[in-house]
């Protein structure tokens, strides 16, 4: 088939790859020229304008945008003009489900289709494919299911769910059609909130180990900081990133997650490279309000995503508010020097 992509980043880059070496003919696009002709180089055809774009794509066409979510409704107001009914424009990055609902409403009019596809793989993803979460209508996202095929990770890469009896689906290829418009970056918002709460829980645990030879170090000893009470619990001086090595040989926490977090360790054991400031894009924030509306208990997303705004000095003034209650009651002011 052929596909127009818009955004060349590292995750729309490497779709193009990994479509055009399964024989797809790749349209490609973005403001960056550098990424647009290194790609040329790669066999795509390159185009140098949003017009010029649409005019390289055969009719109905299929448009694919890989860009970030505040950029993804401005684009797409520049495209309706160019395009026609019947065509097809996907939005694969990490757009509100709400969002979606709109948007599709909005291209209903001119007959153009939307689909939204959560897009999960990072940094392996040209290797090992990429998990697609998709919403929309159901014959557009079938015509796009050779796409689809192509750049999911297929189904050689994990064993077969053992209790599983169903014999149809495309859920063990790697690609799910999730349901209406929307239900697609609904379930990838959900995955990202889960993601956040395994993070935080791989990034507590490996803290809690380095800090287990707490026995060993010296501690203050004043009014104001608790004892440690058995000090010879805690004798024990652990190399965290052995660790994260041995916890991706058959542990059941062993992940992509706990790969990433290796492959830091071992290029920097006491991760100084890293600020330790985490940003949340807003799927996290979101799993979260839809958990508020649906009554559903959610306390590890929300903690974690707590923990981002943290990382970030947002609490700051909370802190400062603590310590000047602290300093009240204990009868003197804790002030900076």
């Not at 040329?40 to 299929?62: I, V």
């Not at 009914?85 to 969002?99: E, M, T």
């Not at 929307?182 to 709460?197: L, P």
Request: net charge negative; glycine share 12%.
């Amino acid at each position: 088939m052929q596909l127009g992509m818009i955004g060349l980043g590292r995750m729309g880059a490497n779709l193009v790859r990994r479509l055009m070496r399964d024989g797809h003919r790749c349209v490609v696009y973005d403001l960056d020229r550098d990424a647009v002709q290194e790609l040329e180089k790669e066999g795509a055809t390159a185009a140098s304008s949003l017009h010029d774009f649409t005019d390289k794509l055969e009719r109905p066409r299929s448009l694919w945008l890989m860009l970030p979510a505040g950029v993804v409704q401005p684009t797409l107001d520049q495209l309706i003009p160019l395009l026609d009914g019947d065509d097809v424009v996907v939005d694969g990055g990490n757009s509100y489900y709400r969002d979606d609902m709109a948007r599709a409403q909005q291209l209903a009019p001119h007959g153009i289709h939307y689909v939204d596809c959560g897009t999960s793989g990072g940094v392996w993803g040209l290797e090992r494919g990429y998990c697609l979460m998709i919403g929309g209508e159901e014959e557009p996202v079938a015509r796009l299911g050779p796409l689809f095929r192509t750049i999911a990770p297929g189904t050689g890469n994990a064993e077969p769910t053992p209790g599983r009896t169903r014999a149809d689906g495309t859920a063990p290829e790697g690609y799910l059609h999730c349901g209406p418009s929307g239900a697609g970056h609904f379930v990838k918002m959900v995955h990202n909130g889960v993601e956040y709460g395994m993070m935080a829980a791989i990034a507590e645990g490996l803290s809690i180990i380095k800090h287990a030879d707490a026995g060993l170090r010296s501690r203050t000893v004043d009014a104001e900081t608790a004892p440690l009470r058995e000090p010879e619990a805690y004798p024990y001086e652990i190399d965290v990133s052995e660790v994260a090595e041995v916890w991706r040989r058959g542990s059941v926490v062993g992940s992509w997650l706990v790969d990433l977090v290796a492959d830091a360790l071992a290029r920097s054991p006491e991760l100084d490279t890293y600020t330790g400031r985490v940003s949340d894009s807003g799927e996290g924030r979101w799993t979260v309000l839809a958990a508020v509306d649906e009554s559903v208990p959610a306390p590890v997303i929300s903690a974690a995503l707590a923990q981002r705004y943290e990382s970030r000095g947002l609490g700051e003034f909370t802190d400062k508010v603590l310590s000047a209650m602290r300093g009240e009651f204990g009868g003197h002011a804790e002030k900076a020097g």
